[in-house]
C-alpha cells in the first residue's frame, strides 16, 4: 500500500505517518510534510525521487505529474492501465491525504491551490480504489480501519470522497466570492454550507430542519450558549433572530424586543433593562405569551423574576447575573440563552420555484439628520426620539405595518396587512388610548389622507413615513389640519 501525504494543516500528519508506516504502507511525501515526517525518524519518499523532476516555480509545481496522478487515477479493474503503469514503472497510490493552502484565512493569489485540489479531485473520482483524506479528524477513523481489516472499506472511502469534493467546492467558492468582493450582487453566487444545528423540526412538525452555517464566515448563533430549556425549532431560531436583531437596532440605550410570529409585539426603550421589558410586554401582553424576549443588558434579577411568571419560549441576552439565570432555568421549557451581537448580513435570501431571490440587506440609510419635517409643526426633542424608536421598529414589521410609539415604548403594532388602514386599525386598537401624544410609523407612504386620519384618531401627534405618493400634499395638508408633525424619510422598509 502506498500513501501521499501533502498537507498545509499539519495537525496530526506525523502521528498519522508513523500509524501508516507500522502498517507497512510505503509513504510518499512532499515540501514541509516530507520534511516532518523525516525529522520524526519515519521513513518517506519524497515526490522528486517519485517523479524524477524537482519542485520549481516556488513550489507551484511538485506533484502535478503522471508519476503522481496516474498512480491515483489508474482504474484497478482494467488490465490496460494496469499494465500501462508497471509499463512506465508507476506505483499505484491507494491514499491521499491532503488538505488545502488557507485561502479563506489569507485570500491571496499565492494561496490559491493548484496542486492540492488536482490530487484530492483525482482520489475522490478514484474511490472504488482510493481513500481520500482532507480532514485531520478522519486520521484516527482510516487507521482504526486499517488495524482492523487492512483496507479502508467502501462506504468509509465514498464518505470521504464525498467530503473531499464538499472540501474543493467550499474552497473554489471561496476564490470565487474573493472575485466577487465589492459586487452588490456577482453573475454567479456560490455558497458552501455545512449543518451546524439539527433542529427539532421545521416550521410544522412533519417538516424536517436544521440551521446551516457558512463555512467563510461565523455568526453570532456560532457563538451562541443556550444554558437550558428545550431544543431549538426552526421558528425559534427564526423568530430569535428577529428579536436579537430588533433589540440591537434600538439604539444604545437598554431596550427590550419581544417578538411572536417574527412580528413584533413589544418593544421599549428605558433607563434600566428591567423596565425596559415591563414596559415592552405592556405593549401586548396577550401576544407575548409563547413570544421569543431580546434584551439588549445583561438580565438582572429584577428583569428575571418579571420574566418567570409569563410563558416565554426563548430569553436571549449578552448574559445573566447568576441568580438571574437560577430564576430562568426554573422554567423547564425556557430556552435561556446568550450570545454576541448580530453582525451585518451581506444577502437576503428566499427560494421560489427554479432558483432563489437575492437582495442586499435592509438597513435604515438615511439618518434622522437626512428626514425633512414637512409640516408646520415640528418635534421636540422628546418626540424625536419616539418618532426615531417607531420608525425603527416599523423597519422590523410585516407589511403594511403602523407602529405607534410613546415615551419609548411601543403601544400598538398593526402588522402584516393588506391595507394599511387596517393595520392603522389594529395598532390603535392594541394601544387602546396609549398612543396619545406619541408617534406613528408607516413602513410606506400613505396613498391617500384616510391612512393619516386613522393614526391621527389614535391620538398621536407625530408622524414619520418615507413620502414619495403623488398625493403627498394632500396628506400634508391633513397634517397640518390637525395640528401633526410629520416626518419624510425619503426610504420605505417594505417587509415579507
Same mark, same amino acid.
Given at each position: 500500500?502506498?500513501?501521499?501525504?501533502?498537507?498545509?494543516?499539519?495537525?496530526?500528519?506525523?502521528?498519522?505517518?508513523?500509524?501508516?508506516?507500522?502498517?507497512?504502507?510505503?509513504?510518499?511525501?512532499?515540501?514541509?510534510?516530507?520534511?516532518?515526517?523525516?525529522?520524526?525518524?519515519?521513513?518517506?519518499?519524497?515526490?522528486?525521487?517519485?517523479?524524477?523532476?524537482?519542485?520549481?516555480?516556488?513550489?507551484?509545481?511538485?506533484?502535478?505529474?503522471?508519476?503522481?496522478?496516474?498512480?491515483?487515477?489508474?482504474?484497478?479493474?482494467?488490465?490496460?492501465?494496469?499494465?500501462?503503469?508497471?509499463?512506465?514503472?508507476?506505483?499505484?497510490?491507494?491514499?491521499?491525504?491532503?488538505?488545502?493552502?488557507?485561502?479563506?484565512?489569507?485570500?491571496?493569489?499565492?494561496?490559491?491551490?493548484?496542486?492540492?485540489?488536482?490530487?484530492?479531485?483525482?482520489?475522490?473520482?478514484?474511490?472504488?480504489?482510493?481513500?481520500?483524506?482532507?480532514?485531520?479528524?478522519?486520521?484516527?477513523?482510516?487507521?482504526?480501519?486499517?488495524?482492523?481489516?487492512?483496507?479502508?472499506?467502501?462506504?468509509?472511502?465514498?464518505?470521504?470522497?464525498?467530503?473531499?469534493?464538499?472540501?474543493?467546492?467550499?474552497?473554489?467558492?471561496?476564490?470565487?466570492?474573493?472575485?466577487?468582493?465589492?459586487?452588490?450582487?456577482?453573475?454567479?453566487?456560490?455558497?458552501?454550507?455545512?449543518?451546524?444545528?439539527?433542529?427539532?423540526?421545521?416550521?410544522?412538525?412533519?417538516?424536517?430542519?436544521?440551521?446551516?452555517?457558512?463555512?467563510?464566515?461565523?455568526?453570532?448563533?456560532?457563538?451562541?450558549?443556550?444554558?437550558?430549556?428545550?431544543?431549538?425549532?426552526?421558528?425559534?431560531?427564526?423568530?430569535?433572530?428577529?428579536?436579537?436583531?430588533?433589540?440591537?437596532?434600538?439604539?444604545?440605550?437598554?431596550?427590550?424586543?419581544?417578538?411572536?410570529? *417574527?412580528?413584533?409585539? +413589544? $418593544?421599549?426603550?428605558?433607563?434600566? =433593562?428591567?423596565? %425596559?421589558?415591563?414596559? /415592552?410586554?405592556?405593549? !401586548?401582553?396577550?401576544?407575548?405569551?409563547?413570544?421569543?424576549?431580546?434584551?439588549?443588558?445583561?438580565?438582572?434579577?429584577?428583569?428575571?423574576?418579571?420574566?418567570?411568571?409569563?410563558?416565554?419560549?426563548?430569553?436571549?441576552?449578552?448574559?445573566?447575573?447568576?441568580?438571574?439565570?437560577?430564576?430562568?432555568?426554573?422554567?423547564?421549557?425556557?430556552?435561556?440563552?446568550?450570545?454576541p451581537p448580530p453582525s451585518d448580513l451581506r444577502?437576503?435570501?428566499?427560494?421560489?420555484?427554479?432558483?432563489?431571490?437575492?437582495?442586499?440587506?435592509?438597513?435604515?440609510?438615511?439618518?434622522?439628520?437626512?428626514?425633512?419635517?414637512?409640516?408646520?409643526?415640528?418635534?421636540?426633542?422628546?418626540?424625536?426620539?419616539?418618532?426615531?424608536?417607531?420608525?425603527?421598529?416599523?423597519?422590523?414589521?410585516?407589511?403594511n405595518c403602523i407602529v405607534l410609539v410613546n415615551?419609548?415604548? *411601543?403601544?400598538?403594532? +398593526? $402588522?402584516?396587512?393588506?391595507?394599511? =388602514?387596517?393595520? %392603522?386599525?389594529?395598532? /390603535?386598537?392594541?394601544? !387602546?388610548?396609549?398612543?396619545?401624544?406619541?408617534?406613528?410609523?408607516?413602513?410606506?407612504?400613505?396613498?391617500?389622507?384616510?391612512?393619516?386620519?386613522?393614526?391621527?384618531?389614535?391620538?398621536?401627534?407625530?408622524?414619520?413615513?418615507?413620502?414619495?405618493?403623488?398625493?403627498?400634499?394632500?396628506?400634508?395638508?391633513?397634517?397640518?389640519?390637525?395640528?401633526?408633525?410629520?416626518?419624510?424619510?425619503?426610504?420605505?422598509?417594505?417587509?415579507?
Open positions: 500500500m502506498r500513501a501521499l501525504l501533502s498537507v498545509f494543516d499539519k495537525t496530526g500528519i506525523v502521528d498519522l505517518a508513523k500509524s501508516l508506516s507500522e502498517l507497512g504502507c510505503e509513504l510518499v511525501s512532499s515540501g514541509g510534510t516530507a520534511r516532518a515526517i523525516r525529522e520524526a525518524g519515519i521513513e518517506v519518499l519524497a515526490v522528486e525521487e517519485v517523479t524524477g523532476s524537482p519542485e520549481m516555480l516556488d513550489g507551484r509545481v511538485k506533484t502535478l505529474h503522471p508519476h503522481i496522478h496516474g498512480g491515483i487515477l489508474a482504474d484497478r479493474s482494467k488490465e490496460a492501465h494496469m499494465d500501462r503503469l508497471r509499463e512506465l514503472d508507476i506505483a499505484a497510490i491507494d491514499l491521499v491525504v491532503c488538505n488545502l493552502y488557507p485561502f479563506r484565512s489569507d485570500p491571496s493569489v499565492e494561496q490559491i491551490d493548484i496542486g492540492g485540489p488536482s490530487m484530492v479531485r483525482a482520489a475522490a473520482k478514484n474511490h472504488d480504489a482510493v481513500a481520500v483524506i482532507v480532514n485531520p479528524s478522519d486520521y484516527a477513523v482510516v487507521v482504526d480501519e486499517l488495524r482492523e481489516t487492512g483496507v479502508v472499506g467502501y462506504a468509509t472511502r465514498k464518505r470521504l470522497a464525498r467530503d473531499a469534493y464538499a472540501h474543493t467546492a467550499a474552497y473554489d467558492a471561496a476564490i470565487v466570492r474573493w472575485f466577487d468582493e465589492g459586487d452588490a450582487l456577482p453573475p454567479t453566487l456560490h455558497f458552501a454550507l455545512e449543518r451546524a444545528q439539527d433542529l427539532r423540526y421545521g416550521e410544522n412538525p412533519h417538516q424536517q430542519g436544521a440551521r446551516y452555517r457558512d463555512i467563510e464566515h461565523s455568526s453570532w448563533w456560532d457563538s451562541a450558549v443556550q444554558h437550558g430549556g428545550k431544543a431549538l425549532s426552526y421558528l425559534n431560531l427564526f423568530d430569535t433572530e428577529a428579536a436579537w436583531r430588533l433589540a440591537h437596532s434600538l439604539g444604545d440605550r437598554p431596550a427590550v424586543a419581544i417578538i411572536k410570529h *417574527a412580528n413584533p409585539c +413589544g $418593544a421599549a426603550i428605558a433607563d434600566d =433593562i428591567t423596565m %425596559a421589558y415591563k414596559r /415592552a410586554h405592556e405593549c !401586548d401582553s396577550t401576544s407575548a405569551f409563547g413570544g421569543i424576549v431580546a434584551a439588549n443588558r445583561i438580565v438582572t434579577v429584577e428583569m428575571a423574576q418579571a420574566l418567570a411568571p409569563v410563558f416565554t419560549e426563548v430569553v436571549i441576552s449578552p448574559g445573566y447575573e447568576p441568580e438571574a439565570r437560577e430564576i430562568l432555568l426554573e422554567k423547564k421549557n425556557m430556552r435561556v440563552m446568550e450570545g444577502w437576503h435570501i428566499r427560494s421560489i420555484d427554479g432558483g432563489f431571490l437575492v437582495q442586499d440587506q435592509d438597513k435604515l440609510m438615511a439618518q434622522r439628520s437626512e428626514w425633512t419635517v414637512v409640516t408646520q409643526a415640528k418635534p421636540s426633542d422628546a418626540q424625536w426620539d419616539d418618532i426615531e424608536m417607531a420608525w425603527r421598529v416599523g423597519a422590523r414589521v410585516t407589511s415615551d419609548r415604548q *411601543a403601544v400598538g403594532i +398593526g $402588522a402584516g396587512q393588506q391595507s394599511r =388602514i387596517d393595520a %392603522a386599525a389594529i395598532a /390603535a386598537t392594541k394601544a !387602546d388610548g396609549r398612543a396619545r401624544g406619541g408617534a406613528a410609523a408607516s413602513d410606506a407612504f400613505f396613498p391617500f389622507r384616510d391612512g393619516l386620519d386613522a393614526v391621527a384618531d389614535a391620538g398621536v401627534a407625530c408622524v414619520i413615513q418615507p413620502g414619495g405618493s403623488i398625493r403627498d400634499q394632500e396628506v400634508i395638508d391633513a397634517a397640518d389640519e390637525q395640528g401633526l408633525v410629520m416626518v419624510f424619510t425619503g426610504e420605505r422598509h417594505f417587509k415579507h
